[in-house]
């Protein structure tokens, strides 16, 4: 249980209390249940305060019945509950509770201590409940930008494609976090690009990070109507190589910054040994897109399971799928079998990664 891990994580670091704000972390501690209104925002308007022995819910008279009687109502643990007018500062009640004593946070408020990046390493290995939800949500991550790129007919714009994830995602009561959508030559030009009202023609990608219960699944998928150029057609098996090499380099006790260094290894065998610098290369995900980004430098080592993205690209072409890492293989949570796939093998194991789905161009009149 969660609110056990912390309350011994407290004892073991000599504080006296945990402020927990953060939406993903109050979806951690409660099961998936939510605390916002905002979405564009990571802070939400009801706060855990946990101490040795306590939990407190600390929120206003506004939003603390609908806490309570929908997210709250069937969680294991025993809260208090404090409240104040929409209109008062619900800090003078943390100060209060807290006073006199050693209180970390997972963001800044007064003295408090952040250790929102201790936080992220125990949420980031899922929980047997946690991942019954982040394979569920992975699969329909998938299948709504699969929709997407299917869906997506010259003559849209990338507004228009955008549109149809937001409605896949809306429809199983996820939130996007993140949705690119470029098409054609925005594809070469910008490796983050975000949809603009440019007319999609041939070649277009769409990328979605989606969050359900504080957990985000991520998945980029590609569509090219016509024939693709035969550039395009090296690259992206080019690329499921690199891809396949992290992801089978992405094993209990691996150093994350190892990790990398082979997939920079594969960019090179490619004959693009500098194009993992245009663009970061992923890193563990779960409760945040990417818990941090994974550099050369990174230190951390793979833990079982734990989930993680990767995301990397050549000109035209990007893969990026959540794996979840388990004791004996990597299980990739957002392979659908509804999409054309390459089989790439890496040191006599074979990997699927997404293909580049190629759409016949309608006839002339």
């Not at 690009?193 to 699944?217: Q, S, Y």
């Not at 006790?253 to 194009?275: L, Q």
């Not at 992923?282 to 080592?301: C, F, I």
């Amino acid at each position: 249980m969660a609110i056990e891990q912390l309350q011994k994580w407290l004892a073991e670091n000599n504080y006296e209390a945990l402020l927990l704000s953060k939406r993903n972390n109050f979806s951690w501690i409660t099961g998936g249940q939510r605390n916002y209104i905002v979405q564009s925002t990571d802070q939400g308007v009801a706060s855990l305060l946990i101490t040795l022995d306590r939990v407190h819910l600390i929120t206003n008279n506004m939003e603390v019945k609908r806490i309570e009687e929908e997210e709250l109502a069937h969680v294991t643990f025993q809260y208090e509950v404090h409240t104040c007018d929409w209109f008062e500062d619900e800090g003078e009640i943390i100060r209060q509770l807290t006073e006199g004593k050693k209180v970390a946070s997972d963001s800044y408020f007064d003295d408090f201590r952040v250790v929102d990046e201790q936080l992220a390493a125990m949420r980031s290995t899922l929980t047997a409940k946690d991942e019954e939800r982040y394979r569920t949500l992975c699969y329909e991550t998938a299948l709504a930008v699969e929709r997407a790129a299917r869906g997506a007919e010259p003559g849209m714009t990338e507004y228009e494609v955008a549109s149809i994830v937001a409605h896949e995602v809306t429809r199983f009561g996820g939130t996007t976090q993140v949705v690119l959508v470029a098409s054609d030559e925005r594809i070469y030009e910008y490796r983050h690009p975000i949809p603009t009202d440019k007319v999609f023609r041939k070649h277009a990608m769409v990328v979605a990070c989606v969050e359900r219960g504080g957990l985000v699944a991520n998945a980029t998928r590609f569509v090219y109507v016509g024939e693709p150029p035969n550039e395009l057609l090296e690259n992206r098996t080019r690329l499921a190589k690199i891809d396949a090499t992290m992801i089978h380099h992405t094993r209990p006790g691996a150093i994350v910054g190892n990790i990398i260094k082979k997939g920079i290894e594969e960019y090179a065998n490619a004959g693009f040994p500098d194009d993992w610098k245009f663009l970061h290369q992923g890193g563990p995900t779960g409760y945040d897109s990417r818990e941090y980004l994974a550099t050369p430098k990174s230190q951390a080592k793979v833990r079982v399971n734990q989930p993680f993205t990767w995301n990397p690209a050549l000109p035209g072409i990007k893969s990026e799928d959540t794996i979840l890492v388990k004791e004996n293989e990597n299980h990739i949570l957002t392979k659908t079998n509804e999409w054309p796939y390459l089989d790439v093998e890496v040191a006599g194991v074979i990997y699927s990664r997404p293909d580049l789905l190629i759409k016949q161009a309608a006839k002339q009149a």
